[in-house]
């Protein structure tokens, strides 16, 4: 197999269309087509399935795609250490980010690392529901940074940063700030935002279930800058992590009973797979007082 190979199955498997893949290859579709037979032959089977206008791949067509990924991984990273170190380009990095992580925590690391790293762009990616540490090893992002930690990888370095409370979020003025813990039905009587991309979500809701609470809630959203500042106004409270206030004017309280907690983590592949800056990232993460 060759180069173009890999680059011609990539766009088709991501596109499921010989017309679109043979476009962005830049090729004709039956040279596109050939070559996709081509490899097929010499891999020994079909990588996927024809059916008159539905294609999909194969089981083999799935696994070569994810190494495919891999390999052209590699291949951009080369293309990338000649335009950094032969002709002097920036390196940009693609960070994925769990969209309920706040920014206030994160930025004085992040100065840093530009700091130390005047060749480096970043790029931060809000991950969509779904998405975890697979979007690292498919080449997505070079870091992410996930809520809980994922399950052991020896592909991949879990670095935990800090680890955060979940505790009950109200206006700054709300009577309820002057006690130093509220119990779940103080919490019950008031009108309840619901945090929809809340990790804690489901384990919130059966917390509440086990004393026989019913939380009602009168909005809902996965707007985290909207429903904290409906919060700050007064229009009700929400269960929020207690460094993941992103508005002024919240004051956060712990709910007795309630002991939910979440870790989050930097993630990278392991090794000289990943970019030299990720793993650079990777050391000042580790060194850096994630205390304050």
């Keep these: 197999m060759d180069l173009n190979q890999i680059r011609y199955y990539l766009n088709l498997a991501q596109t499921l269309n010989f ?7 830049g090729v004709s579709q039956p040279s596109l087509t050939r070559a996709i037979q081509r490899l097929e032959e010499e891999l020994g089977g079909p990588l996927l399935y024809r059916d008159g206008k539905d294609t999909r791949l194969t089981a083999l067509g799935r696994d070569i795609q994810l190494e495919f990924m891999r390999i052209q991984v590699s ?3 080369v293309s990338e250490i000649v335009d950094t170190s032969v002709m002097g380009q920036r390196r940009r990095l693609a960070i994925g980010i769990a969209t309920t992580i706040a920014p ?4 004085g690391f992040w100065r840093h690392v530009l700091t130390q790293l005047p060749m480096v762009e970043l790029q931060f990616f809000p991950m969509r529901p779904g998405e975890a540490e ?3 090893l498919s080449g997505r992002y070079d870091l992410c940074l996930l809520t809980d930690p994922p399950k052991p990888n020896m592909k991949l370095t879990v670095l935990p940063l800090f680890r955060e409370c979940l505790r009950l979020a109200m206006a700054a003025d709300h009577s309820l700030t002057r006690k130093a813990e509220i119990t779940p039905a103080e919490m019950s009587e008031e009108p309840y935002l619901d945090r929809l991309h809340c990790e804690f979500r489901s384990a919130l809701i059966k917390h509440f279930m086990d004393r026989n609470i019913v939380m009602r809630p009168r909005v809902h959203s996965e707007r985290e800058d909207w429903l904290q500042q409906m919060v700050a106004a007064g229009v009700g409270i929400c269960a929020l992590p207690e460094r993941s206030a992103i508005v002024g004017g919240i004051a956060l309280r712990p709910v007795a009973g309630l002991d939910l907690s979440r870790e989050v983590s930097l993630v990278a592949v392991s090794g000289s797979g990943n970019p030299r800056e990720a793993r650079q990232i990777l050391t000042m993460a580790r060194q850096f007082d994630w205390a304050g």
């Excluded at 206030?104 to 930025?107: I, K, L, Y």
Aim: proline residues 0%; without cysteine; glycine residues 0%.
């Design 19 to 25: 017309t679109e893949a043979a476009r962005q290859s």
């Design 134 to 136: 697979a979007e690292v």
């Design 75 to 77: 291949l951009d990273a």
């Design 104 to 107: 206030a925590v994160m930025a």
